[in-house]
């Protein structure tokens, strides 16, 4: 007869030592049950987990969910809006749920508040946790005219011009 394989050997040792788990237990009284969480060996809840599970329960435990998604938010924008939006627009930050948008021109910032709902459709179903509520998108800066030590209060310029 051909000898057993070394799966097999340890098989049968390990139901020698911990015994049979499909047979039915008739002696008297039942093993008390560990608690979840003891430091008994084998016990419940002592199984190694993977390095990304450990990492998922520590941002949940600490808290840092909503910033972790709202700077993966922040550095896939080219994927959010499209690479040739992106071009012409960077996200700036996110203030109290209000992401703030520059754009090139007027006219990107115009055409981007007309894509406003796709956009934010698309947050929030791949970031729900970054608590984005609105987007603001602001075109450049217009040059100011309160510059200066003889600046004076007023509405600027009117017939400098000609």
């Known amino acids: 007869m051909a000898e057993p394989s070394e799966a097999s050997r340890v098989y049968s040792r390990f139901k020698d030592v911990f015994g049979d788990p499909y047979a039915r237990r008739s002696k008297g009284r039942k093993r ?31 808290g840092w969910n909503s910033s972790l998604a709202q700077s993966e938010l922040l550095e896939s924008w080219a ?3 499209g690479e040739e939006t992106a071009k012409h627009s960077r996200p700036a930050g996110i203030d109290e749920g209000i992401l ?9 910032a ?3 508040r007309l894509m406003r709902v796709e956009i934010m ?21 217009a040059p100011s005219w309160k510059k200066g030590p ?13």
């Open 32 to 62: 008390p049950q560990d608690q979840a969480g003891s430091s008994v060996p084998f016990g419940v809840g002592r199984d190694p987990r993977g390095l990304g599970d450990t990492i998922n329960s520590l941002t949940i435990q600490l």
């Open 79 to 81: 994927e959010l809006a």
């Open 100 to 108: 703030t948008v520059h754009c090139e021109s007027t006219a990107w």
């Open 110 to 112: 115009t055409q981007l």
């Open 121 to 141: 459709t698309h947050i929030a179903t791949r970031y729900p946790d970054a608590g984005i509520a609105s987007i603001r998108f602001q075109g450049p800066n």
């Open 150 to 162: 003889r600046s004076i209060p007023g509405r600027g310029p009117r017939d400098t011009y000609g």
